[in-house]
């Protein structure tokens, strides 16, 4: 298939950052969970030939059993720009959240919530989009100091005097992975459902099994 990222002469990134500041101040970073959380669904975005694929997995938070797992394929129409990787990964995520049979309580998302230069990273637009709890788990950080790990295996994220995130250590000598609030969850919360779901691995459960269900649609198609 051919890649077709040439965007509209129209397109501006100012204005595209000035959106994701709007979009941002609709963010709810309190909890809108219910006190058990029964189903949680990790979300990952794979690439191939100009192919977009997005996988939805939803497990069991007690024995974390696969439930459900989705897949989305849809043309890449928006290029690799930093800082709007959102534009590029909302299509085929919402697809195959939309495909979810399984309406999960919480979605743990491979990508930056607030903890973003303009405060939307993935999985708070995201959240945004299908108005239900998100939290951002990324692999790198993209903007804002650590400051000091503390016993629990976590530090801050701050930009200024602003705390947008936590860095987490699953386990001495691992990388960390980099924690925000999504969308209807606050950071406390995302830090203890993080926690909860990042067990043998550096990412949390769901959405390693997301990023294999994802890469394993990309097998098919390479």
Avoid at 85 to 100: C, D, G, N, Q, T
Wanted: contains cysteine.
């Amino acid at each position: 298939m051919k890649l077709r990222t040439k965007l509209s002469p129209r397109f501006s990134v100012k204005k595209a950052h000035a959106m994701q500041r709007q979009l941002s101040e609709r963010v709810v970073d309190e909890d809108r969970l219910p006190r058990k959380i029964r189903y949680v669904a990790g979300v990952d975005v794979a690439y191939t030939k100009g192919v977009s694929i997005g996988a939805a997995t939803v497990l069991d938070s007690d024995s974390l059993s696969l439930i459900e797992s989705q897949v989305a394929c849809c043309e890449t129409r928006f290029p690799y720009i930093p800082t709007l990787l959102s534009f590029r990964e909302i299509p085929p995520a919402f697809s195959a959240v939309k495909k979810l049979k399984t309406k999960p309580d919480v979605i743990l998302v491979d990508g930056q919530g607030i903890a973003h230069p303009y405060r939307l990273g993935f999985a708070a637009h995201l959240g945004l989009i299908i108005d239900g709890p998100t939290i951002g788990v990324a692999k790198n950080l993209l903007c804002g100091n650590v400051g000091s790990f503390n016993n629990l295996r976590w530090a801050p994220i701050t930009d200024g005097k602003e705390v947008i995130g936590a860095a987490f250590v699953s386990k001495l000598g691992r990388k960390p992975i980099y924690v925000s609030v999504g969308h209807k969850v606050s950071l406390n919360k995302s830090i203890q459902i993080v926690m909860q779901f990042t067990q043998a691995y550096r990412i949390p459960e769901p959405i390693r099994r997301a990023h294999i269900t994802a890469n394993e649609e990309k097998r098919k198609i390479a």
